[in-house]
């Protein structure tokens, strides 16, 4: 591998890392008007067990109904594992959410992003929320 090309996936590492903190506060802000700015229009989206979306305005709704069984989320992002020549991210966290009666519950996740451009066109979540609701 030459100089060039490790610059190259530096660089790439660097910017979908940024763009994956990024997008992850605007999800634990309820942002759902800028998930745009982050995932591909026709984005093909699977949520734990629940059956895989095939676009960002069902990806939205999806997030809206999940947000409606909870008081807040925050994800603490711990890993990001890295294939450029896949152009894909995988992603160790732990999410913390509040449910409406404002116990907590927390558990540990991995997420797996695969990018377009630099928009997310695949995001599958692996996580086993038992006992979340």
């Known amino acids: 591998m030459s100089t060039q090309n490790t610059t190259l996936e530096e660089t ?23 998930f ?30 999940h947000k409606s069984s909870i008081k ?11 294939d450029v020549e896949q152009r894909t991210v995988a992603v160790e966290l ?12 927390q558990y540990p ?3 797996v992003l695969e990018f377009g451009d630099d928009l997310i066109k695949e995001y599958r979540v692996y996580v086993d929320l038992t006992g979340l609701t």
């Open 12 to 34: 790439a590492a660097a910017r979908w890392r940024r763009r994956i903190t990024e997008f992850f506060t605007i999800s634990d802000q309820w942002d759902f008007d800028s």
């Open 36 to 65: 745009g700015d982050y995932l591909d229009p026709q984005i093909q989206f699977r949520f734990a067990n629940n059956p895989a979306v095939d676009n960002l305005a069902t990806m939205v709704s999806f997030a809206a109904t």
């Open 72 to 82: 807040s989320v925050e994800h603490t992002l711990l890993s990001f594992h890295t």
């Open 94 to 105: 732990s999410v913390r959410y509040v449910r409406p009666d404002d116990t907590v519950a």
């Open 109 to 111: 996740a991995i997420v």
